[in-house]
C-alpha cells in the first residue's frame, strides 16, 4: 500500500515540477542600473548582448570578439541568436493618427478664429465708413453726456471725430 501512494506523490511531486520548470525565467540580464534580470520575456532592444546572461534553451550569452588585429572570429564559436522579440518600428501608428487628429483639430480651430476676427474687423470698418459718410454729410449730430442729456456735437467735436475715424479707417481698414 505504501508503494501505491509513493508512486502517486512521486508522479504528482514530478508533474508539478514540469510545471514549475516552464515557469522558470528563460532570460536573464542585467539591466542598464546595474541589476540582474530575471524574465519569460527577452530583454528590449536597447540592452547590449554583451549584458544578456542566460537565454532560451539553455545557452548562455555568447560574446563575438575579434583579436587586436581585427581578424575574423574564429569559426569554432557559436553565432549569435537574435532574440525573438518584436521589432520596434520608433513609430506608435495610434499615437502618430491622434498626434495628426490633434493638430488637424487645431489648425481648424485657428482658423475658424481667423474668420471670426476678419469677419469682426470687416464688419468694424463697415460701421466706421458709415460714421465717417454720416459726420462729412453735414447732418446735426447728437451725443447722449454722463447725465443721461442729449448735446448736439459742435464744428470742434466734430472735427476731432471725423480725424478719429479717418485713423481708424487708415489703419485698421486697408485692404
Request: proline share 5%; hydrophobic share 35%.
Amino acid at each position: 500500500m505504501d508503494f501505491k501512494y509513493a508512486s502517486k506523490t512521486l508522479i504528482l511531486a514530478l508533474a508539478g515540477g514540469s510545471f514549475a520548470l516552464t515557469a522558470l525565467a528563460q532570460w536573464q540580464w542585467i539591466d542598464k542600473d546595474g541589476h540582474k534580470v530575471f524574465s519569460d520575456r527577452a530583454p528590449s532592444p536597447d540592452i547590449p548582448q554583451k549584458n544578456i546572461l542566460k537565454q532560451p534553451g539553455g545557452k548562455g550569452a555568447v560574446v563575438l570578439s575579434g583579436n587586436e588585429t581585427g581578424a575574423e572570429p574564429p569559426s569554432t564559436e557559436i553565432p549569435l541568436v537574435k532574440a525573438s522579440a518584436p521589432k520596434i518600428s520608433g513609430k506608435d501608428i495610434q499615437l502618430e493618427a491622434k498626434k495628426k487628429q490633434t493638430e488637424e483639430a487645431e489648425d481648424a480651430k485657428k482658423k475658424a478664429e481667423d474668420e471670426k476676427t476678419a469677419k469682426a474687423k470687416a464688419d468694424n470698418c463697415e460701421r466706421v465708413k458709415k460714421a465717417a459718410t454720416t459726420l462729412q454729410s453735414g447732418v446735426r449730430i447728437s451725443l447722449t453726456n454722463s447725465q443721461g442729456e442729449r448735446e448736439f456735437m459742435d464744428d470742434s467735436a466734430r472735427a476731432t471725430e471725423a480725424k478719429r475715424l479717418q485713423g481708424i479707417l487708415e489703419s485698421d481698414c486697408k485692404k
